[in-house]
């Protein structure tokens, strides 16, 4: 792929690994750092998930390297991530890592900070919009609710579920938020109810997130393995579990607008609107430009696209 950087080497001038949080999946998601440090990329390592997309409007001169992971199936192993993205930046080169959701919130962001600090390479973490909130957002469950729960417990879905999250929903004391949890669901049912969880508890599950293709299933937790393999559910999706994800828990006032349900809509405003490839590095230079004029400094990170 790219030779071997000599061990010890420092960075060239200029190179340094910016890593972007490229959120749940919708482009319109993004940061404005993040859009920015996209148009200013010589390469970019992109996950599986995240906002694919943007690749097709990078400029041809800018190396894309696809690292992505599927269930099961880790083609390029953490490892070499690491060396991809130290070996690049030492050859003087602006590097993206773009990830899915945030880089800190069980993505791996902070192996790959530990080797680029243990390099000497200049790093960078341009945090994202987790799936954790806002695949059930985009699905309109509140992970919080007053007078239901005032607390939220991100878990991986691959290791066994923490007793303290079990006891937590059997006391109805907080919102279980379980991500790559599709393949655990059996184990995850059986747990919650050895410890006592209420077998009407209500789960969401929500897949492809904030994508034209969203779809949601919800359920009591009896039924919630059954259920989603009768209905084909598949990676990439978020669990949720609590008393928020109850259908009607919004029913007395307005409920919002659950993405799936607008998807069409939509990919169409965002074909029209969304940065060409020749127009993206134009679209970071104006906007840092603006932020420099108006702060004198870095801009911070805000939602762009459409308010929907």
């Not at 972007?20 to 998601?29: K, S, W």
């Not at 987790?130 to 007078?147: E, F, I, K, Q």
């Not at 679209?283 to 420099?292: D, I, L, Q």
């Not at 004029?293 to 459409?306: E, N």
């Amino acid at each position: 792929m790219t030779r071997r950087a000599r061990a010890g080497a420092r960075p060239a001038a200029g190179g340094r690994v910016v890593l972007v949080g490229g959120g749940p999946g919708d482009p319109d998601l993004l940061t404005l750092r993040a859009w920015r440090a996209l148009a200013e990329a010589d390469v970019v390592v992109a996950d599986r998930l995240g906002p694919r997309s943007v690749l097709d409007d990078l400029g041809p001169d800018v190396e894309v390297i696809d690292v992505g992971k599927t269930p099961g199936h880790h083609p390029v192993p953490q490892e070499e991530i690491n060396r991809l993205l130290v070996e690049h930046a030492r050859r003087g080169r602006r590097v993206v890592r773009l990830k899915g959701g945030d880089p800190f919130v069980l993505g791996r962001g902070g192996e790959e900070v530990l080797a680029c600090r243990e390099a000497g390479v200049p790093v960078e973490v341009v945090p994202g919009v987790t799936s954790a909130l806002a695949a059930p957002a985009a699905a309109g469950v509140p992970v919080t609710h007053r007078g239901v729960v005032g607390a939220v417990m991100v878990v991986n879905g691959h290791d066994p579920v923490p007793a303290s999250a079990l006891a937590g929903l059997r006391d109805e004391e907080l919102t279980l938020v379980v991500l790559m949890g599709v393949a655990g669901l059996d184990d995850l049912c059986a747990r919650a109810a050895d410890a006592g969880v209420d077998p009407e508890m209500p789960v969401a599950i929500v897949e492809r997130a904030t994508t034209p293709t969203q779809r949601v299933t919800q359920l009591p937790l009896r039924d919630a393995a059954r259920a989603a393999r009768e209905a084909g559910v598949r990676a990439p999706a978020v669990v949720v579990v609590g008393r928020v994800a109850a259908p009607d828990l919004l029913a007395a006032r307005h409920t919002p607008t659950v993405l799936s349900e607008r998807g069409e809509a939509r990919a169409s405003r965002a074909s029209d609107t969304r940065p060409t490839r020749s127009a993206l590095s134009e679209r970071g230079e104006a906007r840092a430009s603006r932020a420099s004029d108006k702060s004198g400094a870095a801009p911070r990170g805000r939602l762009v696209g459409t308010a929907g």
